[in-house]
């Protein structure tokens, strides 16, 4: 994943991306913490909900851009990304509202992308994975090449050149925002770290993507899928997609 180191990027400079979905029980502590973490602007995706997510984050102190309809969590992070370059904004750094990722915990991530220059930064809790997710981890590393310890989590900090790929078309076509952004990121050689990062217990609702056996399944079915149609594009294109994978 080698690529020409990115500029060190300063958390003022950056814009916080939260998606959320009916998360107005902890949205606004997360984006009261952001603010007096970073010091840097915040903006709540609300992905069509219907509770009082939206209030909650302007009484923080965020700014909200709603959506009319739900587009899921790739789907608002992606307009969050896209209103970050439109806006002129440096770097995006994006966490759940859920409450599993801590304000205090982001300091490390820009710390990480100071010392290697990666494009990207994620924040992993290895600890967190279950024996399911762990199967899987292995499984997906198998399969696309990625040497990354945790593939689904949402605390990551992308700089401009990221920002530029994942507010592209190319980006609109994916489903999830783990395995199938870190491979598109990946087949145009951007730089991505991991960096240890304390994480609490979901305190509510459930995993989106391990919710069920049927939801697990689907999921594998859909990056195998992804991956192979990337290993297929490679050969007929080698210059362009053979790093993907």
Not at 41 to 50: M, R
Not at 97 to 118: I, T, Y
Not at 123 to 133: D, N
């Amino acid at each position: 994943m080698a690529s020409t180191p990115s500029l060190s990027l300063l958390a003022r400079d950056c814009l916080a991306v939260i998606p959320a979905r009916n998360e107005a029980a902890t949205v606004g502590v997360i984006v009261a913490g952001v603010r007096a973490t970073l010091g840097c602007d915040v903006l709540v995706v609300d992905d069509a909900s219907t509770d009082a997510t939206a209030a909650e984050v302007r009484t923080a102190g965020g700014e909200v851009l709603t959506l009319p309809l739900g587009l899921g969590a790739w789907g608002a992070t992606q307009a969050g990304i896209r209103y970050a370059r439109r806006n002129g904004y440096a770097g995006v750094i994006t966490l759940d509202a859920d409450g599993q990722h801590l304000p205090d915990s982001l300091p490390a991530l820009f710390a990480a992308q100071a010392r290697s220059g990666a494009n990207v930064v994620i924040g992993t809790c290895i600890e967190r994975l279950s024996r399911a997710k762990r199967i899987a981890w292995r499984y997906l590393r198998l399969l696309t090449g990625l040497r990354l310890g945790d593939f689904t989590s949402g605390l990551r900090l992308y700089d401009r050149r990221a920002i530029e790929i994942l507010a592209g078309p190319e980006a609109s076509l994916l489903d999830y925002q783990d395995v199938g952004v870190l491979m598109l990121l990946s087949k145009y050689a951007l730089s991505i770290e991991e960096t240890p990062t304390p994480m609490l217990p979901r305190r509510q609702g459930h995993s989106r993507v391990f919710a069920s056996w049927w939801v697990v399944a689907r999921y594998m079915l859909h990056t195998t899928v992804l991956c192979v149609a990337q290993l297929d594009a490679g050969r007929r294109h080698p210059s362009a997609g053979s790093r993907a994978c």
